[in-house]
């Protein structure tokens, strides 16, 4: 069976502790969707990490992890990214399976991306750069690249053909401002490495997982919000990031999804341009973003900050099935005085519990319910039903609204600020 966890607002909701939190139930963890746009962060014994396309589940011995077929991966950071932990996971070879259906991001796919992005202006989408939007353009258009095909004698003809063609893109953008001779020079060394790794026909692996019946945690990265079928189109990511990803993004069938987690914070955060109905462009917001230390994990930019959005959560909830809610960051709101949370649009004078069709057009103004602060000093090592009444009144609000039970509360980064509600 698979059990999969997902972000429910715009990323960046902390899935990396829950998923690490998560895995010693599970035999295998995988990434399904994304690239190394996504930045899951973990804490644990005084150490901090940064995962961007390595599972979450690679820290906790003796179980496997596998960057699925609907990952795009690119060689150089991988590399990057195994470098920074292979002092805490030695055994990373062993452990660490890559689908070699997976696209690859090539040098100019990232040239590509910056390319896009400056010729938009004022109306660019707020990439990353990290080149996953022309990685799956070209998966989309027939004309990827697959990890698999690092093991074809004609690995080198094929990259020079695809690479001229991106090169006509390039200049038709006036674009200039790169090195590809040296860029390449990265890229053909992390190849290499690349095939010292364990390269997978991972479809065949997750189903005999399945029917030897050992358990399955599948990753997601991004947010719901960032779908590019129900997000904030055309301000989201290029991926399915919603639980239906996990189908086409491993190569199961949908009778083998069992259970749905859902993370949120216990506010909202936006990285880069898009509708944001509850955002806080003030002094208050710039606070949030402070004490919550909303930097981008993956870019270092600076989160939008602004408070929980129920209409949104409760649209994507609906959306990814979702069975169990996880909040995120309740130690942010620490001692606030009052706390608002949106329950309703209003929308050109018509009141709303609805997501409008085309957010990005709409004149939002949120309908706001207030609650009173909690203190600053909560008592995590008594558990959840001893926390402040007021706390505990807004957790249980949320999940009144949604419909849906919050099993788990964070409040910290560590593995040991974690509440279980039973």
């Given at each position: 069976m698979i059990d999969v966890i997902l972000g429910l607002q715009w990323g960046d909701e902390g899935k990396g502790k829950i998923a690490d939190y998560l895995t010693p139930k599970y035999d295998l963890v995988a990434r399904f969707q994304g690239g190394p746009n996504a930045g899951h962060s973990l804490e644990f014994e005084g150490k901090k990490f940064v995962l961007n396309?390595?599972?979450?589940?690679?820290?906790?011995?003796?179980?496997?992890?596998?960057?699925g077929n609907g990952v795009v991966i690119d060689p150089i950071r991988l590399g990057e990214e195994i470098d920074r932990i292979k002092d805490e996971c030695p055994d990373y070879h062993e452990r660490l399976l890559i689908s070699q259906k997976a696209h690859l991001i090539l040098p100019t796919h990232r040239i590509l991306d910056a390319a896009s992005e400056a010729s938009k202006g004022k109306d660019k989408i707020g990439s990353t750069l990290r080149g996953i939007g022309p990685t799956y353009k070209d998966k989309i258009g027939r004309s990827g690249m697959r990890v698999g095909d690092i093991l074809d004698p004609d690995f080198n003809q094929k990259y020079r053909s695809t690479v001229e063609n991106h090169l006509k893109q390039i200049e038709f953008f006036g674009f200039t401002d790169f090195d590809l001779q040296t860029e390449e020079t990265k890229f053909f060394a992390?190849?290499?490495?690349?095939?010292?790794?364990?390269?997978?026909?991972?479809?065949?692996?997750?189903?005999?997982?399945?029917s030897e019946g050992k358990k399955v945690l599948a990753e997601g990265a991004q947010g719901s919000m960032l779908d590019v079928e129900f997000g904030t189109y055309p301000y989201v990511t290029s991926s399915n990031t919603l639980s239906g990803?996990?189908?086409?993004?491993?190569?199961?069938?949908?009778?083998?999804?069992?259970k749905v987690y859902g993370i949120f914070k216990a506010y909202c955060t936006r990285v880069g341009s898009g509708p944001f109905p509850t955002e806080l462009d003030n002094a208050l917001g710039e606070e949030i973003r402070q004490l919550g230390h909303e930097f981008g994990a993956t870019t270092g930019r600076e989160r939008r900050t602004g408070w929980l959005d129920l209409v949104a959560l409760k649209y994507t909830c609906m959306l990814n099935g979702v069975d169990e809610l996880i909040m995120m960051k309740g130690d942010v709101l620490n001692g606030f005085d009052e706390l608002n949370v949106a329950t309703a649009y209003n929308i050109n004078g018509v009141i709303t519990s609805e997501v409008p069709a085309n957010l990005c057009n709409s004149q939002i103004e949120p309908v706001y319910q207030s609650f009173p602060g909690w203190g600053k000093d909560l008592n995590l090592n008594a558990g959840y039903d001893a926390m402040d009444s007021t706390f505990k009144n807004y957790v249980e609000f949320i999940e009144n609204y949604i419909g849906c039970k919050i099993s788990v509360?964070?409040?910290?980064?560590?593995?040991d600020e974690t509440l279980v509600r039973n």
């Open positions: 396309t390595i599972p979450s589940g690679i820290f906790r011995k003796n179980i496997l992890n596998l960057i992390a190849i290499e490495r690349l095939k010292t790794l364990k390269l997978v026909n991972s479809e065949y692996l997750i189903h005999q997982y399945i990803g996990v189908c086409t993004g491993l190569g199961v069938a949908p009778k083998h999804i069992r509360v964070s409040m910290g980064p560590g593995r």
